[in-house]
């Protein structure tokens, strides 16, 4: 069988990104699809950073500290 696709293509810097899509996709379906994707690593960045980040102390746990 023999079956045609669209491939969107852009260039970020000197990296070529690629999405390949059934010939016949709806336009809102792969926007729903461009979504999800963005959600997707958004969370990933999202869970990156937390970890990244400097654990804060809680004031109680300060104040316990002083006594």
């Known amino acids: 069988m023999?079956?045609?696709n669209a491939q969107?293509?852009?260039k970020i810097g000197e990296r070529t990104y690629t999405l390949n899509?059934?010939?016949e996709s709806p336009l809102g379906?792969?926007?729903d699809a461009l979504?999800?994707?963005r959600s997707y690593v958004i969370e990933k960045i999202m869970a990156a950073k937390?970890?990244?980040a400097p654990k804060e102390e809680c004031k109680s746990c300060e104040e316990?500290?002083?006594l």
Request: charged share 40%.
């Open 29 to 31: 379906e792969v926007h």
């Open 64 to 66: 316990y500290d002083k």
């Open 50 to 52: 937390d970890l990244d």
């Open 8 to 10: 969107l293509e852009v």
């Open 21 to 23: 899509l059934p010939s």
């Open 35 to 37: 979504f999800k994707m």
């Open 2 to 4: 023999l079956k045609t």
